[in-house]
């Protein structure tokens, strides 16, 4: 079984910016996809960005030329730095990673970003 462990939400005024940190675990097999998603109240989760583990990434629309996913590899961590926050980013942040021979996604406890305007 892999853990996610998120860190670094909270509560921040537009324009400012914030960095979420997502570190697994527990994993017996290459750590591949990681990324993150989140969820606003009333609406369903979406992708906020993906990154592969030779450092591919995948951005939302919504959130391109503001947020830059990353990782090292060596600490099984991802990161998700968001600048420029705006109230439409508030939601809950959930970390995803698969591993390699797994069919699994795994998810974190989910992070709170809320950004007042």
């Known amino acids: 079984q892999v853990q996610l462990v998120e860190s670094g939400g909270g509560l921040v005024q537009a324009g400012e910016s914030l960095r979420l940190s997502c570190a697994a675990s527990g994993n017996r097999f290459r750590i591949n996809g990681m990324g993150w998603y989140r969820q606003a109240p009333g609406k369903q989760r979406e992708l906020v960005a993906t990154i592969s583990s030779s450092g591919g990434t995948n951005y939302a629309d919504s959130v391109k030329g503001r947020f830059t996913i990353s990782r090292d590899n060596a600490k099984n961590t991802v990161y998700l730095q968001m600048n420029s926050l705006k109230p439409e980013d508030t939601a809950v942040y959930y970390c995803?990673?698969?591993?390699?021979?797994?069919?699994?996604?795994?998810w974190g406890q989910g992070a709170q970003v809320t950004v007042s305007s």
């Open positions: 995803n990673a698969r591993q390699a021979l797994d069919p699994k996604d795994y």
